[in-house]
């Protein structure tokens, strides 16, 4: 399964929504998927030090002096600024809102390291996997208080990943949820906006339409950009920069981090109140510690330094920000969404799109709702009820039919860095060399599958043969490309980036230089999967990608 090609025949699917600032899961039984698909269920959890229940946890980790393990979620934020009061906890690991930092890697290691919180270093690998640990074993339990007798072996696993996320950064989610007890051969990569729109009928930046069969068609290529929330967050950051100084700041950030928790989640529940009919002032508690370091560093209070500003106000120890002020917060993210969809409708594929249907759990957003609604009030813009699930609840209903979205169309060129005969008065003269008397031109493209071609799942698209270049040679290491250019000639051309390495076993070396290898490759699962079969016989061979540095 671990390709998505075939359809699921396990009891159970299980789906985990690792998101970048709220994660959680989700599961259905067969028996009940066949009656009703979406019939789902997920787990209610406690938000840590505030009253009542959430349907997601925040995606935060916190390891012990020691580096072991010790929580995730509201668990691991309450425990964190526990030991910030106390002032012990400098030497503890606490991380949070992490996932995209293999958004923004351009190059993706194995060893990468992850700075926490209070600026310890632990590795990038170590975080996701305990993280992603944590919500498997506790999704095994759930179902154990539910159902009876479901074994462990008798569930797939969906985990989400964004459309935007590079190939390296899908095989190191992989690789995170293999070595935290998810089976690679029971586990499938969903796209998030693919799988709200297998929950929802259509889809937000993934353009698709529905087929008469039921099956999704992928008709625009999966993009987008790291424009949510936490894109909100920064500007409320800034904002709070631009009152009290970087300076200021630095110190309250790092000398007295309970408070600076304290205050990053006053304005997390205080965001969603925020919406374009607003009249009223947001409050918020400034913490006292911040009043005094500002005084110390700029030598007047914080409240004088600010009373001619008329856009906020003073309360005791309470900051009211007007709702223009407040309502700017959004303005970049949105102003960023909604450029890239004037892009999008621009494309000949997509120009008589209707319905915009907006899902995830930025879409909740009433300031995000009404930049949509206010900037394509030709379209009918959708949100469903509990716009946030509907990605965990897709990933479930694509965990039992990963074929449902069937095209997908390639994002990049992708090919192998290759050695082909030199073309004299065509090949650049720097790219010849010659073996066993024979010129070949070096760095040449050998495509496997084209940007914008719409590829069926399971399908092997062009295979191509292989000979290994030594008589002895026992692994054919094969460099991977991907370009934006449709029909590239040479891996060093500008549009041209390196992937990684797909290496295949040719460890009989009978037959030496002349041995042929074909190799295939699938793109139209979530993630790219490769075969290759010696030619001559027909024997299946070891072949795999590395796209890790």
Known sequence: MACGETISESLLVAAIDFGTTFSGYAFAIRNDYKVDPTRVSGSHWHTGSQPGLSLKTPTCILFNQNQVFESFGGEAEDKYTELAQEEEHMDWFFFKRFKMQLYDKKEISRDFMLEGENGCLMPAMRVFTESIKFLRMHLEEHIRSKTDGIKPQEIDWVLTVPAIWSDPAKQFMREAANNG?????????????????????????????????????????????????????????????????????????????????????????????????????????????????????????????????????????????????????????????????????QEPAVVDTEIILMVGGFSESQMLQEAIKSAYQNKTVIIPEEAGLAVLKGAVQFGFNPKVIN???????????????????????????????????????????????????????????????????????????????????????????????????????????????????????????????????????????????
């Not at 529905?210 to 949510?228: E, F, L, R, T, V």
């Not at 292989?466 to 991977?480: C, E």
């Open 181 to 345: 007890g998810i089976p690679n051969s029971r586990l499938i990569l969903a796209l998030e906006p693919e799988a709200a729109s297998i929950y929802c009928g259509t889809i937000d930046i993934t353009v698709q339409e529905i087929k008469p069969d039921g099956n999704i068609k992928q008709i625009y290529m999966a993009n987008g950009g790291d424009w949510g929330g936490v894109k909100v967050d920064q500007a409320f950051d800034e904002f709070m920069l631009d009152i009290v100084g970087m300076e200021t700041m630095d110190k309250f950030r790092n000398e007295d981090k309970a408070e600076y928790l304290s205050l990053c989640r006053e304005f997390e529940v205080k965001k969603r109140g925020i919406r374009p009919d607003s009249t009223a002032k947001i409050t918020l508690r400034i913490p006292l510690i911040l009043s005094e370091k500002f005084q110390e560093v700029k030598g007047v209070s914080l409240k004088d330094s600010f009373k001619s500003n008329k856009s906020m106000s003073w309360i005791g120890d309470k900051l009211r920000v007007d709702p223009d002020t407040a309502k700017d917060f959004y303005s970049e993210t949105c102003r960023q969404i909604t450029h890239h969809l004037n892009g999008i409708f």
């Open 407 to 549: 095209p997908r169309i390639s994002r990049f060129t992708y090919g192998i860095s290759t050695n082909k005969r030199f073309r004299p008065h065509t090949d650049p003269e720097d790219k010849k060399q010659i073996v066993n008397d024979i010129m070949y031109c070096r760095d040449r493209f050998g495509k496997h599958v084209e940007r914008g071609q719409p590829i069926e799942v399971g399908e092997v698209t062009d295979q191509r043969t292989y000979n290994p270049l030594k008589g002895d040679q026992r692994r054919i290491r094969l460099p991977i490309y991907a370009s934006r250019a449709v029909d590239p000639e040479y891996i060093d051309e500008t549009e041209c980036s390196y992937l990684g390495d797909l290496e295949v076993d040719v460890s009989d070396i009978r037959g030496g230089c002349e041995r042929e290898v074909v190799v295939g490759m699938r793109f139209g699962g979530t993630d790219i999967a490769v075969e290759a079969v010696v030619k001559s016989t027909g024997e299946k061979v070891d072949a795999r990608f590395n796209f890790l540095r």
